[in-house]
Structures are given as C-alpha cells and as structure tokens.
C-alpha cells in the first residue's frame, strides 16, 4: 500500500503519468495491436492437446463399412425430398423406425419479423425428424446429437445419407452408454431452435412448436454433419456459435486427432495448416485464419447449426465436407469412420467436458491463442481509456493526487450542474432506442411511402436514424444554452470514458473479438477528441472510425480473407444484408450484437460526438 | 426544505412502481447479488404459507426470518409493497437525523470558534451553513435513488426493513431519546445479530448529549450505561420471547442466528463468505469461521478508542464494517452505508483515492452479472472469476472506508495543528499514514 499511502511516492507518479499521457497512450495502442497480431506468431502460440482424460488414451476402433450404403439412402432421400418438395416426413420417419430407432417428428412454424432475403423466406413452417438410440449399457441420462440439416435444393442430402448408415451401424454396436439422437432439421437454424426450446422446455424468442414427445438424457455433445458431395477433399470445422459462444476446446482437439489418425485433410476457417511458419508467407496465412475467426466470432452469428447448441452449454461443432479440385478425396466410408471414432470417444466422456479452455483464437487447428495471452491486447487499448480518464480527474483539480495534501488545493471547483451532462447522456441513448425499435417498427409505413421492400425498408430506417443521431449535438446546444463550459465537457468527457471502458471490457469478457474490434476504432477517438481539436477534420475522423463505418470495413476485409473480394458496389450490398441478418439473429435467436451496438455503444460514440461540437 | 424531500419521494416511488410492474421485476429477485438466502421474498412466502398450514416456518431450511416481524408483510394487500414504505421510511429517517446532526455539529464548531480554539489558518476547513444545507437532501437522495436501494426494493428483498430499522435507530440516538434508541438497537439485533456493534457509538454519543464524559472513575457514566445496557437486553428479551411464545418453540434461534453465524447455505454472493468455505476442509470450518465472524464484531473497540468523539461517524464504519465483511451480504447493505457519504463531503479534500475506489466499484458492479452468466449459463467461466470480482469489490469498499476514515482523523489533526504544517526546520511538512 506504499504506493497509495505515500503522498510523495503519489505524486510523482500522478505527474508522471500526467505529462507523459499522450505517448503512453500512443504507445499503449501500438503495443496492443502489435500484441495481438504477434498471436499469430507460431512459437507464440501453445500447440494444442487433449486435457480430457475419459477421451485421452482409451482406444477405439472405426470399423464403419458402410459408406456406399449411405449415399444410396442420400440419393433415395434426395428423391423422396424432390417428390414432396420439402422434407419427406413419412419416408424419414419409416427408415428411422426401420433401423431400430425411437422416432419422433416436431413440428413448427415462425414468422419472421420482415422478409430474409438472403434465404427467401418470411413464414416458415417445417418439421424436424429425431431419431433416439436408446443406450443400451447404462441408465440412459445422458445424450449426444448427431444432427444433419435437410436443406433446399440438392444439399447435404449425403450428410443425411450418410446420418441413417450410421445410425443403422451403431444400433448394431453394444458399447453406448448415451442415448445417441439422429436429428434432421428443418430450415436450418430456425427448425434447430425449435428443436432445443422444445427439449429444454424453453421458449426465449416467442416461437412456436409443438412440444416433443420423446426425450433421451441431458446432452453433452453434438456435432453438425454438413456433406453436399460423394467424396470430399477435405473436411473443415465450424466453431463460433451465438453470440461468439465456443465450444470447449477439447471439442476440436478430438477432431483434429481423429482427422490425424485416419488420415483426412481438416480446415479451420477454410484454411489448410502449413507448416512453414518461419517465412513471411507462413505466418500472414496464419494471421488470416485467426483474423477470420475473429471476425466471424465479433459477428456473433452462429456459423453453423451447431451454435445454438452452446447456449445450453452443450458442447458443439459444425462439420463441413469441402469438395474442391485437390487430387486426394476422401469417401464417405472413411467420414463415417471418423464419426463413429468421435462418438465413441464422446461416449466414454464421464462428466461434461470441461478440462480445456472455452476462451481461445485458433490460427491453425493445432495451435491455439488462450484468453491469459490474448486478454493483454485489450488490456493494452482499455488501459489507454483509463489514463485518459485518470489525466482529465487531475485536469478538472479536484483530484486529490495532484494536490495530495488537500493542503495546497485551491478553491474547489464549482462543479457543472449535474442537468449539462444528464442531458446528452438521456438523448443519446433514446437515440439509441429509437435505433433498436423503429426499424422494425415503421417497415410497414416505410413500405407504403417508398419503393423500397420490407427488408430494405428496416435496413435503410436504422441507416436513416443512425445518420440521423449526428445532428443532435446542435440541438442539445440550444437546450443548455450558456452551458457548454471547459468544466462540461471535461466532465461528459470523463463520464463517455469511463462509460466505454466499463462496456468494452464486459463486452470483451464475454466476446473477446467483438470487444477488440469495438475498442481498436473507438479506443482513438475516444481518447483524443476535445472541443479544440478542428472541427472538419475531427468530425470526418469519428464518421470514419463509427460503429457503422466499423461494420463496413469488417465486410470488406472478411470477403478478402476469404479470397472473395468484393468491388464496392457489392460490398455495399453485403453491408446492408448484414445488417439485415443482424436485427434477425435478434429476433430469431437472441443474439445480442445487434441490441449492444444499437443500445449502448452508438449512444456512447453519440456522447463523444456531442463533446467534439461542444461549445 | 419539505418540498423536495416530498418530491424526491414521489420520483423515488414511481421508479420503483414502475419497475415493478416492468419485466425486470422477474428477473432482479433471482440475482444473487441482490437477495441472499436470509432476505428473499421467495422464502418469506414460502415461510409464511407454511405458517399458514400449521407448520413451523423453520422446519425446513427455507425460512431464516424472525417471524413476527415478517407477519405484517403479510398483510401486503395493498398497491404499495412494504418494501417500498421501508424506503421511503429509511430516507426520511435519515433526513431528519442528519439534519438534526449537523444542527450539533455546527453548534459545536460555533463554540469552538468563539472560544478560538482552531488555529488561524484553518478558517478553510469550517464548514459554512451555505454548503450544509442540502446535505440531508442529499443523502436521502443518495439513499432512494442509489441503483442499489433501487434493485433490493424491485426484489421486494426484507434487507430494506432491516435498513428502516437501523435508519431509525440512528434517527432517536440523535434526537437523544436513549430509550426508543435500544428498543430499535434490539430490534436490529433481533434481525441479523451484526447490528449489535453500534451499541458501541450509540452509548458514546447520548453520553456525549448528556455532558457525561467517558471516564472509568465517573459514578454518572456507569449509571447511565448500565442503564442503556438495561433498556437494551431487556427490549431484547421481550422480543426474543415473544417469538418464542408466538411459536412456542426455540426452532427460530438455530435457524436464524445459527444460520447467519454458521454459514451452511453457501450459495454466491457478493460477500468473501462463500467461496472460502466451499473450498475449506470439513474439519478446519468451525476455527475459520470463528476467524471471519470475530472479524465483524473486532473493529469495534479500536474503532470505538480512535473516533468516541465523534460517535455519528463511528456508526457510519460500523455500518460499513458490518455490511462488507457479514455472512450473507447484499447490495441494499452496502446502498445503507452509501447514503451516509454526502454528509461527510467536508472531507472531499482529504480523499486520496476516491477515483480509484469509485472506478473500480463502477467496473465490478458491471462485472457481476457478466461473469455470473459466463459462468452459470454458458458454462465457459467458472467460479473463480466471479469471486476475483467479488474479491475486488470487496477490497474496493474497503479502500473506500478506510480513506474516509483516514480523512476524517486527518481534518481533526488539521483542526488542532493548523492546516499549514511546518517541519522543525520551517520546510513545508507532509502527513504519511504509515
């Protein structure tokens, strides 16, 4: 306590830290960043390897024969789906109960809020079909999924295939001690959703279904099977769940070791590993994987059927069949032998899985960032809020480290009248809220006035209102008029950092990217921004770095991770589907990107806004 | 000065009235930081619907309530909860005992001036009518608009009687009425044990009214304590026996006292209780618990040695001390203490790390329910990051107790010595807490 005891000791540092405040704050962000892209870096990642022990060293043997049989179920399921034109119901329910399976159908329907235009679909109604195999070796409390989607046109109608062989095999097999249930969902995550609310007897988005007739035990683990072609080249992994959500570690460990043993290509991010990590080339393609996961974690859109899982805090993934130009392909006799290798192993689990860690990056499926390596990048960019903070409590002199005996502080400083900065903060955030509900509110109006559709009609209100909240500094000015003192704004402005501080670091606990993303734009500008700075440029700056302006670029570097750039006038186009998807993973799921950036940091950029026009 | 009370009251009651009736007011009553197994509305129910079948409310291990006092509540028909009568009552109480107090403390100093007793240069230290005439405004504001109060009222948690109880113990220590001071003292014991620590400066601070000097050699000063100390046990007694003759059985001593001093529930809190003696060997629990009970009831007497001048604020660190380090802590304590902190705003100057203390109480108060639903809900945290919250919370309440305390011994020493202290050799000296 020496240090905040010793008044001497205080305010040497107090003074330090006062006048060194900008290039500790320059430094403190360069170093963030150089922090986090360092993560990359291989001999600064930890390879990974399986902590837990039911999984560890018990062997298993694939012995799944039965590959060609699976794809003719998918080819006869494919023209059971062609006939009906949707899910075939009847077909799926007879083959399930044929090979020895408890079978039950759900069904559903759900209106969306407005038209999704990037699947078509408004009013949804559909059916999902589960299987259970009961556990014949123990007293059937727990439960694992294997769950395919059936989805339009000619898609994954082997993963279905290939789904019923193995639930054919493994009824033959006498060593379950979990009830193993064979899901096939309908449209996707919504028919997911559905299907989880029902088991879990919960109903947080207001859809409706029926309830579901049969139950196996709690489930500890699923895996999503997506396969669209007979042979693969190669196989990727799908981890980001809702709301940046990841499954445990271990999870991926037991992927990668069985793509290890038998032999098969695996991807994370759609990138193969390489093992060239000293040159330049090794570690950018390293950087891109983790750059992708991060974006797509900030999204916090579950990327695949599994990341509803999650919020059950069942362990989950996507599996992917990727058919691409390689020489080498995989069939399906060997993808089911990884399955069955995997279930096995997931059987054997005695507790849930929880030995490794739920907070990490991956740069390649064997290396892995933990939360203890990565933490320090934002903590690097947090800290700058704070010595900004700190430097504008001894600016407004009532700070006792500055004048640390209370002996030489002058007068004390009439403190601005608390009204000045209620009034900015109460009209950014109904600002805020007029973010969060008019969009859906008014598509109606906006479609009767303008020819716009429902989707574009959401979308372009919450572009109008955002853009909208940038005139509002103007007319907070004339409410308080006379007001505006050197002593307001320093107090709004300590008010906005620590406000941001305090919102960026839950927001980082709870998803690390979107936090990190959030903090490296705003993190300047909340940092530098006074009323003296110019105006034009200042202004300009902000627009640029806005949660908005954010979002855009995230786009456009996402598709060129992926190698599928964009030219502007598509990226633009993509702009607007995200944000339409965003205010439906709302809606639908409870994803809670879209109500943090309305709610909360637009309103604390608006309040940064308002100190840059302060008069 | 009326007015404003009356209109703070109206704003602090629709808030709640509204919340109330919000959505919220399902979800506040199921966070822990806000009820604890010993306040929760739930149980209370639960307690009373047994009584209500002839079943002794204690019998299972519910209900941790004295009963006769949540017997009323259960007569709650009406629009407005107790729980927020119990509010509007603590910041009434409080109003007027902190105005009565600074009638006494402005008193004093008049006296003290006429008879130049401050050195010349601490003329900056005094305190002017101008600046304390809103300060019993502002804490009955502090207490009715902190978040806090706010949320232990929507969970219609019982911590606000409690509160109401202590704010009128303190309302008739100060106006001097000796005996309505230890029925209410006893009746704050008689609810959670803890509050018997301001027996202490409530002694203190009527003999400091009555001009009866603390002296050992005194036949007045014994008098007048053995008969505190008499109004005190005996208002105590009747109550316990009124409990005992209302269900006649003793079941309700184990189940309350015995519950709050032996810490069987260890469900999470904001208190440094539960993690500890989860993780404790069975046969080292009863030393330890000794060890962190003791702790609560040990700062009296050096605390009592240090400020019996000045026994308001003693009381003010009594409450502090109480509602860190008691067993099963919730916000609507910590909100009691809170609310004293504008009438000790002469002290500002002195504070040394307010910013610190109030960024990081900020933070983890924001922190608890994120790290509560990593861990509980989507499973990827654990335990131990919501008790490194907890921790720092904790040690953040702490810091702030102690610096107040630490400016308030420092404002007495400037008052005595002068403001503008010299080192022998005439250089300008520092004061160093060491």
Known sequence: MGLLSDPNRRRALTKLLTRLNAPICVMCYLAGVAWFMGLAFEPFTLRTYMSENAMGSTMVEERFPAGERALATGREFAAHKKKVGGMPVDWLVKTMQSRGLEVFTQSFTRKLPFPDENKERYMVR???????????????????????PCSEGNNNNQAVGLLLGLAQYFRSQIHWAKDIIFLVNEHDLIGMQAWLEGYHHTNTTGGDWSPLQGRGGSIQAALSLELSSDVITSLDLVLEGLNGQLPNLDLANLFYAFCQKI??????????????????????????????????????????????????????????????????KTDTTTIGRLLEGMYRKLNNLLERLHQSYFFYLMPSLSRFVSIGYYMPAFGLLAVILLLRALDLWVQLGASPPGTEDGVAGGVQPSSPGVLSILTPVVISHMTGVALYTLPILSQEMAVQHFPVSETEAVVLTAIAIYTAGLALPHNTHRLLQGEGTEEGWRVLKLVALLYLAVLLGCTALINFSLGFILALSLVPI??????????????????????????????????????????LQDGWMLFLSVISQGILDHALYGSLVYPLLALLIYPCWLLLWNILFWK | MAAPLTLLLIVAVTIRAVLFRSSLAELIPERVEVVSPLNAWKRV????????????????????????????????????????????????ALYLAVKDYNKTVFRKQKYALEAERYPLDCLELIRTPKEMYYIPLKVAMFYLLNPFTILSCVAKSTCGL???????????????????SAIFLALATYQSIYPLTLFAPALLYLLQRLYIPVNWQRSSFWLFTTQY???????????????????????FLSSVYGFILSVPDLTPNIGL????????????????????????????????????????????????????????????DIALYMAFLPAWNHLYRFLRNIFLVSVVLLACSALFPVLWHLWIYAGSANSNFYYAITLLF??????????????????????????YLKRKDGSEATLVLK
């Open chain 2, 394 to 419: 904790n040690v953040a309440q702490i810091l702030l107790v102690s610096d107040y305390f630490y400016a308030y011994l420092r404002r007495e020493h400037h008052l005595t010595h002068g403001l």
């Open chain 2, 45 to 92: 129910v639960e307690g009373l619907a047994l009584l209500d079948l002839g079943v002794s409310p204690y019998a299972g291990d519910v209900f941790h309530e004295v009963s006769p006092l949540s017997i009323p509540l259960n007569e709650s028909n009406t629009s407005i909860h107790p729980s927020i009568m119990a509010d509007a009552l603590t910041a009434v």
């Open chain 1, 526 to 567: 909340a940092a530098f921004i006074t009323p003296h700075t110019p105006k034009a440029l200042s202004a300009a700056i902000m627009v640029l770095l806005s949660p908005g302006c954010t979002l855009l670029y995230c786009v456009f570097v996402f598709q060129e991770l992926q190698e599928t750039p964009v030219s």
């Open chain 2, 162 to 180: 409690n509160n109401a109880v202590i704010a009128l113990f303190i309302l008739c220590t100060v106006k001097g009425s000796s005996l309505m």
């Open chain 2, 273 to 332: 209780f539960w993690y500890f003696f989860a993780e404790m060997f069975e046969h080292f629990r009863l030393f330890f618990i000794c060890v962190f009970q003791i702790n609560v009831f040990f700062y009296t007497i050096p605390l009592s040695i240090k400020l019996k001048e000045h026994p308001i604020f003693l009381i003010f660190m009594q409450i502090a001390i109480i509602s860190i380090f008691k067993s099963y802590p919730t916000v609507g």
């Open chain 1, 126 to 148: 559909g059916t999902n079909v589960y299987g259970i195999l009961r556990a014949p070796r123990a007293p059937r409390t727990e439960a694992l999924v294997l769950s395919a």
């Open chain 2, 229 to 251: 100390t008499f109004m005190y046990l005996g208002s105590l007694c009747v109550m316990v026996c009124l409990s005992f003759f209302l269900l006649s059985s003793w079941d």
């Open chain 1, 263 to 328: 032999g098969v290509l695996c991807t994370i991010q759609g990138k193969l590993q390489r093992n060239d990590w000293d040159t330049t080339s090794g570690y950018s393609h390293a950087a891109q994987t983790m750059m992708l996961m991060v974006l797509k974690q900030a999204s916090g859109r579950p990327w695949g059927d599994h990341g509803l899982f999650l919020r059950y805090h069942i362990e989950a993934a996507s599996i992917r069949g990727i058919n691409s130009f390689r020489q080498y």
